[in-house]
């Protein structure tokens, strides 16, 4: 399956979650308003009770509006116009609640609307209800007002509401649950469908860079297996100075490889002991001077650390540095300028390594020290390389407990900056 054919399909996909997502906080929101009505249907039906049983004891006929106002989704208020017993106004409440199966926890109190203040109030706990009432010392005050009204609140009324919807709750937790399978699931099929990508050019470029030195050799050893090429010992050392340099690049090739493969499983051994930083520099600025040919040598070294010596590995410090260059000078212009800087402070040594070359754009910035990751160049191979490279730096910075980072923009060079602590 192609990138475009398995992002449509990605697509539908997230669209037909997106659905069914939507469905379900649908019916989940109707179902919640269908509750929340049943239950304030209920509570209304048994406040009404409460309030006509009031007016009934104290003698007052019932009006034919309700009793009942609702102020909001968990509050009540029953008009009464006279006394109430807030010892029997609990008992009768709690009474109505268990007829009408209410199990929800409530607070209660009398309001006084001349004076406008609340002149009893209590929280009830259905579950403690009985054994509140039991203890109840002594005859709680008595009020002949006229403009009474007491007021319920039910505190928990939306959690007790959605406990009661264990079925829309158990469905909604298995729609979360496949949203996140389906998220990892998406994932891992495009991260396989990047890790097979990769694979892919990987193979390419082993294919391109094995393929010119080994052709370089058969064509060598085929001259080689002319009697006539040994009259002349100027093109036997020529030709056999050519294999032994392919063999070389060969070897260097497969060693690179196998250093990747050692860090992947954590087999480098790596031999720390106290060298000068400057020196590794030198000898990676060295090595790197058959890359710059034919091209016009221009490095700059800028030496400001005042203190140079580290405890590193020497070899891999050195390959780091040499990797870079070779990235500087790969990725450069036909006229490389290189300025390779150092500066110390307290804690540890900073190497900055500019170049101006083509440089890097910002969306393959974060991915230059991936394993196998190259900057697409098209079906070009103008550039040499695995991919390798910045993925040896990265982890062997990494071992000696350093960072490395990467500033660049297109066509304006980049610059590589590696801090390595005391």
């Given at each position: 399956?192609?990138?475009?054919?398995?992002?449509?399909?990605?697509?539908?996909?997230i669209?037909s979650?997106?659905?069914?997502?939507?469905?379900?906080?649908?019916?989940?929101?109707?179902?919640?308003?269908?509750?929340?009505?049943?239950?304030?249907q209920?509570v209304?039906?048994?406040?009404?009770?409460?309030?006509?049983y009031?007016?009934?004891?104290?003698?007052?006929?019932?009006?034919?509006?309700?009793?009942?106002?609702?102020?909001?989704?968990?509050?009540y208020?029953?008009?009464?116009?006279?006394?109430?017993?807030?010892?029997?106004?609990?008992?009768?409440?709690?009474?109505?609640?268990?007829?009408?199966?209410?199990?929800?926890?409530?607070?209660?109190?009398?309001?006084?609307?001349?004076?406008?203040?609340?002149?009893?109030?209590?929280?009830?706990?259905?579950?403690?209800?009985?054994?509140?009432?039991?203890?109840?010392?002594?005859?709680?005050?008595?009020?002949?007002?006229?403009?009474?009204?007491?007021?319920v609140?039910?505190?928990?009324?939306?959690?007790?509401?959605?406990?009661?919807?264990?079925?829309?709750?158990?469905?909604?937790?298995?729609?979360?649950?496949?949203?996140?399978?389906?998220?990892?699931?998406?994932f891992?099929?495009?991260?396989?469908?990047?890790?097979?990508?990769?694979?892919?050019?990987?193979?390419?470029?082993?294919?391109?860079?094995?393929?010119?030195?080994?052709?370089t050799?058969?064509?060598?050893?085929?001259?080689?297996?002319?009697?006539?090429?040994?009259?002349?010992?100027?093109?036997?050392?020529?030709?056999?100075?050519?294999?032994?340099?392919?063999?070389?690049?060969?070897?260097?090739?497969?060693?690179?490889?196998?250093?990747?493969?050692?860090?992947?499983?954590?087999?480098?051994?790596?031999?720390?002991?106290?060298?000068?930083?400057?020196?590794?520099?030198?000898?990676?600025?060295?090595?790197?001077?058959?890359?710059?040919?034919?091209?016009?040598?221009?490095?700059?070294?800028?030496?400001?650390?005042?203190?140079?010596?580290?405890?590193?590995?020497?070899?891999?410090?050195?390959?780091?540095?040499?990797?870079?260059?070779?990235?500087?000078?790969?990725?450069?212009?036909?006229?490389?300028?290189?300025?390779?800087?150092?500066?110390?402070?307290?804690?540890?040594?900073?190497?900055?390594?500019?170049?101006?070359?083509?440089?890097?754009?910002?969306?393959?910035?974060?991915?230059?020290?991936d394993?196998?990751?190259?900057?697409?160049?098209?079906?070009?191979?103008?550039?040499?390389?695995?991919?390798?490279?910045?993925?040896?730096?990265?982890?062997?910075?990494?071992?000696?407990?350093?960072?490395?980072?990467?500033q660049?923009?297109?066509?304006?060079?980049?610059?590589?900056?590696?801090?390595?602590?005391?």
């Open positions: 399956m192609n990138t475009r054919t398995l992002r449509v399909v990605a697509l539908l996909a669209i979650i997106l659905g069914i997502v939507t469905m379900q906080i649908f019916w989940f929101s109707k179902a919640f308003d269908m509750k929340e009505k049943e239950f304030s209920t209304n039906i048994a406040l009404q009770s409460v309030g006509e009031i007016l009934a004891i104290n003698g007052q006929p019932v009006p034919l509006e309700s009793l009942v106002n609702q102020l909001s989704g968990n509050y208020v029953v008009q009464i116009n006279g006394h109430v017993n807030p010892r029997s106004l609990q008992f009768l409440l709690t009474k109505e609640f268990q007829k009408k199966n209410i199990r929800e926890d409530f607070e209660f109190g009398v309001y006084n609307c001349e004076t406008k203040k609340m002149v009893y109030g209590n929280y009830v706990a259905l579950d403690s209800t009985t054994q509140n009432i039991e203890n109840t010392k002594g005859e709680l005050p008595v009020w002949r007002n006229d403009n009474f009204y007491f007021g609140l039910f505190p928990k009324r939306d959690a007790t509401i959605i406990g009661q919807m264990k079925i829309w709750l158990f469905s909604s937790l298995v729609m979360l649950l496949v949203c996140i399978f389906f998220g990892f699931t998406l891992f099929v495009f991260r396989q469908k990047q890790l097979s990508e990769i694979q892919k050019d990987f193979i390419n470029n082993i294919t391109h860079e094995f393929k010119t030195p080994l052709s050799i058969v064509i060598s050893t085929e001259l080689l297996k002319n009697p006539n090429i040994y009259k002349s010992a100027e093109n036997v050392t020529k030709y056999t100075t050519i294999i032994q340099e392919e063999v070389t690049r060969l070897k260097s090739q497969v060693e690179s490889i196998l250093q990747i493969a050692a860090i992947d499983k954590e087999k480098i051994q790596l031999k720390f002991e106290t060298c000068d930083i400057h020196e590794c520099i030198r000898k990676a600025v060295e090595g790197s001077k058959v890359l710059l040919h034919p091209k016009t040598e221009q490095i700059n070294l800028y030496f400001e650390a005042q203190k140079f010596e580290l405890k590193i590995d020497s070899l891999h410090i050195t390959n780091v540095f040499y990797n870079l260059l070779e990235n500087a000078i790969k990725y450069s212009t036909d006229s490389p300028v290189i300025n390779i800087t150092t500066m110390s402070d307290k804690k540890g040594i900073t190497i900055k390594i500019q170049d101006n070359g083509i440089g890097i754009s910002p969306e393959h910035i974060k991915k230059i020290f394993r196998f990751y190259r900057v697409p160049t098209g079906n070009l191979h103008n550039v040499k390389g695995f991919g390798l490279g910045l993925y040896y730096v990265k982890n062997i910075i990494e071992v000696h407990k350093g960072r490395v980072s990467v660049s923009k297109s066509g304006e060079g980049t610059t590589f900056t590696v801090f390595l602590p005391f």
